[in-house]
Every structure is written in structure tokens, then in C-alpha cells.
């Protein structure tokens, strides 16, 4: 049974550490999203302003605010987001594997935010159980982006995983790997709540983790 927590509970500072740090590695996943897109031909991200670390335009007030704010208090399991990339297919020259390409390149950006997190957690810790205030953030810090790099590759559309996934599959498979997609939010929830989804994601994220840190 998940405690939900009293107000007098609740240490802001560090829920407001958190959230800063998701928003900010949202921002630069999605902005490394556009970048790909805009470097494979697609300008699309770039004309409407995505193409950006600024957090106002990836911010889903939902999915990139609520949601997060709610796990962090509660400790209830809630997935965030932030804006999806818009990308025109007919602006790829192989539209198939530059998605793909654009797809991982949310999940790269996040695994070299973590080898960044990393140095800096390794240049500032003295050692010993308790961390400061600095320590503490590169720690969060690497830890959140290794978890959005390996739970946005899990390989279920609209995931970053599910298309890169129907990017490498031959074309009849990637076509029912794609019919997934409007359920994928509920696939997805469902193997949360079974404990599916965190018997995959948190074992590999603890070996990335122990590599790094």
C-alpha cells in the first residue's frame, strides 16, 4: 500500500530539486529530439521554436508538472512527458531509420546528461552516507536520466523505444508494432501496476548506475 504524505511530510526543497532537474532533462531530450529531425532534413521542430533549451516550450503542464509533482509527494507511480516533437515524414530521405535516428536521440542525450551527472557527482562527494546539498543534486540528476533513457527505450510505441523498434523491423512487422500505438498508454500503466515494467526498467538501471557512479 503506497503512504500518501502529510503536508508536514512533505521536504519542498527537495521536491522542487527534483522537479527542476526532470524539467530540465525533459527540455534537453526533447530539444535533442529536434535537433536530430532538423539535422536528417525535417525543419519542422526547428520553425515552431523546438529547437530550444528553453523549458516553456516542452512543458506539458500535465505530464511534465502534475504528474511528477504528484509521484514526488506520494510516491504513487505516475508517467510524465513533455510536448512530443513533431516530425514531417516527407522532409526524411529514408523516412524508416531517420526516425529512428531522431527517436534515440532523446534517450542518448539523457544517457550523456548522466556521464555528466556523474563526473560532477564523483567531484563533489567527500564520501560517507550523508550527501550535500550539491552531491545530492548530481546524484538525482544522473539517476533521473539514466531511468528516462532506459524507460523511453522500452520498446512500445509511442515510447522512443517503439520507434526505434519499427525503425529496424522489416516493414510488415514495424506495421503491427505501430498498431499498438494507440493503446500504448494503457500497455504501458498496465506493466506498471503488474510490476512488469519495473522487473525490466530498475535492474538495468542499477547496473548503468553502478557503472557510472
Known sequence: MVRLCALADLDFLQIGLQLTVLILSLTVHEAA????????????????GRLSFNPLVHIDPVGTVLFPLMAFATGVPLIGWAKPVPVDFRN???????????????????????????????????????????????????????????????PIPP??????????????????????????????YALMFSGVLFRVVVPVQRFILGWLL
Not at 113 to 135: S, T
Not at 159 to 187: C, H, K, Q, T, W
Open 33 to 48: 529530439h529536434a535537433w536530430a529531425a532538423n539535422r536528417l532534413g525535417d525543419p519542422t521542430a526547428r520553425l515552431l
Open 92 to 154: 526524411l530521405t529514408s523516412p524508416r531509420r531517420d526516425f529512428a535516428i531522431i527517436a534515440a536521440a532523446g534517450p542518448t542525450s539523457n544517457l550523456l546528461m548522466a556521464v555528466g551527472g556523474a563526473a560532477l557527482f564523483a567531484a563533489v562527494y567527500q564520501g560517507g552516507d550523508e550527501l550535500g546539498a550539491l552531491a545530492y543534486g548530481a546524484y538525482f540528476f544522473t539517476m533521473i536520466n539514466v531511468l528516462l533513457a532506459v524507460f523511453n527505450m522500452f
Open 159 to 188: 515510447l522512443d523505444g517503439g520507434n526505434v523498434l519499427m525503425g529496424v523491423l522489416p516493414p510488415s512487422l514495424a506495421e503491427g508494432v505501430d498498431r499498438v500505438r494507440p493503446y500504448g498508454i494503457f500497455v504501458l
